[in-house]
Every structure is written in C-alpha cells, then in structure tokens.
Antibody
Framework: EVYLVESGGRLAQPGGSLTLSCAVSGFTFSNSFMSWVRQAPGKGLEWVATIWPDGSDKKYLESVRGRFTVSRDNADNSLYLQMNSLRADDTAVYFC????????????WGQGTLVTVSS | DIQLTQSPSFLSASVGDRVTITCRASQGISSYLAWYQQKPGKVPKLLIHTASTLQSGVPSRFSGRGSGTEFTLTISSLQPEDFATYYCQQRSTYPVTFGPGTKVDV
C-alpha cells in the first residue's frame, strides 16, 4: 500500500523559513514524479511544485519560485519542500503527492501538514 | 496561465439525483483534465483522469466527458457518500491549475 506522510508544518513568522518533509513507502520512489499541492483554509487546491524522479527538473508556481525549493532523497524515500521568505498567503495545508506516471495528475496524496504564517 | 472555471459553484441535490458539473478552460487543453473529490477534512481523491478515464475503484456512476475547453463530470445517481466538493484540474501546461470547486450538498 502507498503511504505518504508529511511533517514539518508549524507556526512560522513572516519572512521566516520552514522545511517540510514527506516520507513515502509502498512504491518505487526513485522512479516517481512527485509534487506538492497546497490548500489554504477554506479554499481550493493549488499546485506548488513538481520534481522529476532523478531531481533533474523542477517546476514551480510563479508565486513561490525563488522562495521555495523542492528536493528529494531517493536513498531515503523522502521528498522535501524548503520554504523561505514566508508570507501570510503561504498559510495552507501542504500535501505531498505522487503523480500518475509522468503526467501531472495527482494519484496519491498524503494527509497534509499545516503551515501557518503569522506574527 | 490556463484558468479553469466550474459551474455551478454550489449544487443542492438529493440522493438519487443525476448531477452534472461543468469545467471550462480558458484555452484548449485537449483531454488533459482530471476530476477530484474532497470531503470535509479529508484528502482529495482522484476520480477521473484524461477527461473520461475512471480511476480504478471509483464507482461507475461517475463519468467524465469533454475535450478542448469544455468538460463535464456526471454522477448518474447521487449517493449519500457523494456529498463533497469536486475540483477539475488541467495538466496541459505548467502551471498546473485547479478549478475553484463545486460543492455538492443536500
């Protein structure tokens, strides 16, 4: 069975930094395209970033490009999202997702981790 | 960026009703559209991908149609467990975008 377990979400100050982690099991992580998707409280879904299986390419939402960095450790079956220069509008539940093959369809989702940016 | 709109934004329905949700894209996206269901406090669930392909394990009362700029998600006979919010999502080009959602309620 596929498991994706996010961690690292907490209250952070505006302008601060935070790193989210996603530990996965039940599938071959090193062959999998992975993404982060977020959902602000009471709002809809928003794609944040995608990383290729070998980390050779990454795509970002324009509003996070230059502030967020997606990375992975295939030896450790882990996905990361380094978040810098946090803003209030980054407040959301962040979901780790596994894509369907190489297409950006979000096949499996973690339970999410809440990031709150507030002073 | 490709914008997705959904109509209606809210739908009041009863068990047994046939329900149709429309998703429109601001430009052609071929069949690169997926539908997700999200219940309150739960994780989104993939229902349909590539406009009309039912994801494994999803009941056959769900169906998707469309291509280009107009797509529909139909629930042929609404069941109690189908009351949820439904989102469409395009993968034609980055940035990947979602529709604003349609809440199906009693």
């Amino acid at each position: 069975e596929v498991y994706l377990v996010e961690s690292g979400g907490r209250l952070a100050q505006p302008g601060g930094s935070l790193t989210l982690s996603c530990a996965v099991s039940g599938f071959t992580f090193s062959n999998s395209f992975m993404s982060w998707v977020r959902q602000a409280p009471g709002k809809g879904l928003e794609w944040v970033a995608t990383i290729w299986p070998d980390g050779s390419d990454k795509k970002y939402l324009e509003s996070v490009r230059g502030r967020f960095t997606v990375s992975r450790d295939n030896a450790d079956n882990s996905l990361y999202l380094q978040m810098n220069s946090l803003r209030a509008d980054d407040t959301a539940v962040y979901f780790c997702t596994r894509l369907m093959g190489s297409v950006t369809t979000f096949h499996y989702w973690g339970q999410g981790t809440l990031v709150t940016v507030s002073s | 960026d490709i914008q997705l709109t959904q109509s209606p934004s809210f739908l009041s329905a009863s068990v047994g009703d046939r329900v149709t949700i429309t998703c429109r894209a601001s430009q052609g996206i071929s069949s690169y559209l997926a539908w997700y269901q999200q219940k309150p406090g739960k994780v989104p669930k993939l229902l349909i991908h590539t406009a009309s392909t039912l994801q494994s394990g999803v009941p056959s009362r769900f169906s998707g149609r469309g291509s280009g700029t107009e797509f529909t998600l139909t629930i042929s006979s609404l069941q109690p467990e189908d009351f949820a919010t439904y989102y469409c999502q395009q993968r034609s080009t980055y940035p990947v975008t979602f529709g604003p959602g349609t809440k199906v309620d009693v």
